[in-house]
């Protein structure tokens, strides 16, 4: 069972806006700023968001926000090529170990 | 080009042992904290272990200590992963990830290798 809480598939048509949430605790979420990373078809992880910053190369479509120990990741005008396993993570002060949710699967109708 | 390279994964018998290793280039590799983060297939992504770029703290997984030890070399620019007592859940595609420090308590994985996968089997 993952630290963090992930849905584990959200889907959206093209254009839609979607939001895909990260649920934690106080020792992770509660401490710590939380990134976002995308893997399309198993390939290799991308970053999207560190805190409510985009990575480099990344769309003003997506945001993020974060509320206590829960965050979010935001896409505004859901695109094809939008359609991928995303994972938030973040340290965990307790566990003094880098944590992972189990991951969203999007898919892009 | 800004990158890291894993090597070394192959297939190994239960209670083998294996090292990895990932080659950073294009980019001051002494000053960054690093990190090993795998998947099993068709699973999500796991931490494994940490190693700081100044003090030498070393942090692990549970499922891992004990069994693994991570290292680096500046001067070659390399971060290796000893792998011992391989498990059959040891098997994945293990990624060299670099960290950076945007902020006081905000880390984040910024870099990732292709990966080198890691099978574990009789």
């Known amino acids: 069972q993952s630290a963090l809480t992930q849905e584990a598939s959200v889907s959206g048509t093209v254009g839609q806006k979607v939001t895909l949430s990260c649920i934690g605790n106080?020792?992770?979420?509660?401490?710590?700023?939380v990134g976002w990373y995308q893997q399309i078809s198993h390939g290799t992880p991308k970053s999207v968001m560190f805190?409510?910053s985009l990575a480099s190369g990344i769309p003003d479509r997506f945001s993020g926000s974060k509320s206590g120990t829960t965050v979010s990741l935001t896409i505004s005008g859901l695109q094809p090529e939008d359609e991928a396993d995303y994972y938030c993570?973040?340290?965990?002060?307790?566990?003094?170990?880098?944590?992972f949710g189990g991951g969203t699967k999007l898919t892009v109708l | 080009e800004v990158q890291v390279v894993e090597s070394g994964g192959g297939l190994v018998q239960p209670g083998g042992s294996l090292r990895l290793s990932c080659a950073a280039s294009?980019?001051?590799?002494?000053?960054?904290?690093m990190n090993w983060v795998r998947q099993a297939p068709g699973k999500g992504l796991e931490w494994v272990a940490y190693?700081?770029?100044?003090?030498?703290?070393?942090y692990y997984a549970d499922s891992v200590k004990g069994r693994f030890t991570i290292s680096r070399d500046d001067a070659k620019n390399s971060l290796y992963l000893q792998m011992n007592s391989l498990r059959a859940e040891d098997s994945a595609n293990y990624y060299c990830?670099?960290?950076?420090?945007?902020?006081?308590?905000?880390?984040?994985?910024?870099?990732w290798g292709q990966g080198t996968m890691v099978t574990v089997s009789s």
């Open positions: 990830v670099r960290e950076l420090i945007v902020a006081d308590k905000a880390d984040f994985f910024d870099m």
């Open positions: 294009g980019f001051t590799f002494s000053s960054y904290r």
């Open positions: 190693i700081d770029s100044s003090d030498g703290t070393i």
């Open positions: 106080s020792n992770n979420i509660g401490k710590y700023a």
């Open positions: 805190g409510n």
């Open positions: 993570s973040t340290w965990d002060y307790s566990l003094s170990a880098w944590v």
